[in-house]
């Protein structure tokens, strides 16, 4: 893949980083002016690009380069004993793939998921504008996977379909069922959709080595960084 693209990019001015103490943050953006195509934001994501929302992004800080794209190589991934754990622990939940979580059923889950998680982050307080600026686009490019227990809502992860794999955008859930281990759950139907589609990779945004919060994404093997230009294998270590 090519990875010359004609764009202009516009940046942030420094702020204090949302995942290191002591580090400034600095952010580029796609021209929101640009038309995004699915074929466009794909190879973006090749180029470790995200999105929030209708915005397309990459950190770019002047003197930190800890912020790596991850992705899971699915053809040699194989569920640890944690994630067949997981599997099996939430086995009676339905799932069913949805193209809009515009509804008060979702919005309600998600507004106590941030207020009870996430009050110390950039969403809280939560918006029904918010919500809906956030975690949709108009690309024809986004699905939703809901999933229910006893026909009650639980959890929702948001994914986004691109060309060469499925990229997680974000995911919210129950938070008084966290013995279920639903944000690991939901990666691995993410990677089970991908497997049944075809797709190579689940793109699972940033990597800081430093960030506890991120370590997670580790427990995904093989899983590849974004570094100098190339996607190499990132160790579990």
């Not at 995200?50 to 991850?70: K, T």
């Not at 193209?99 to 969403?123: K, N, P, V």
């Not at 955008?169 to 759950?185: C, I, K, M, N, Q």
Request: net charge positive.
């Amino acid at each position: 893949m090519s990875s010359s693209i004609n764009l202009k990019l516009f940046s942030t001015h420094p702020h204090p980083c949302s995942y290191l103490d002591d580090q400034e943050a600095t952010t580029v953006f796609v021209d929101p002016e640009a038309p995004m195509t699915p074929a466009l934001y794909s190879r973006l994501s090749d180029l470790g690009f995200r999105r929030s929302g209708q915005h397309v992004y990459r950190p770019q800080c002047a003197e930190c380069s800890a912020c790596l794209p991850v992705r899971v190589r699915l053809q040699d991934f194989k569920p640890n004993r944690t994630q067949k754990r997981t599997l099996k622990r939430n086995r009676d939940l339905q799932l069913e793939l949805v193209d809009s979580i515009d509804t008060d059923e979702c919005y309600a889950l998600y507004a106590r998921y941030i207020a009870e998680r996430h009050q110390d982050g950039d969403m809280y307080p939560p918006s029904r504008s918010q919500y809906q600026g956030f975690l949709t686009t108009e690309w024809g490019i986004t699905r939703f996977l809901v999933a229910r227990a006893d026909g009650k809502l639980v959890g929702v992860a948001v994914c986004d379909q691109l060309e060469q794999g499925l990229s997680a955008v974000y995911t919210f859930f129950d938070p008084a069922l966290s013995a279920r281990s639903l944000g690991s759950w939901f990666i691995l139907q993410q990677i089970h959709w991908a497997n049944r589609l075809g797709l190579p990779y689940l793109y699972l945004g940033y990597w800081i080595r430093d960030c506890q919060k991120m370590n997670y994404k580790t427990q995904y093997q093989p899983l590849e960084c974004f570094r100098a230009g190339f996607w190499a294998r990132l160790s579990a270590n």
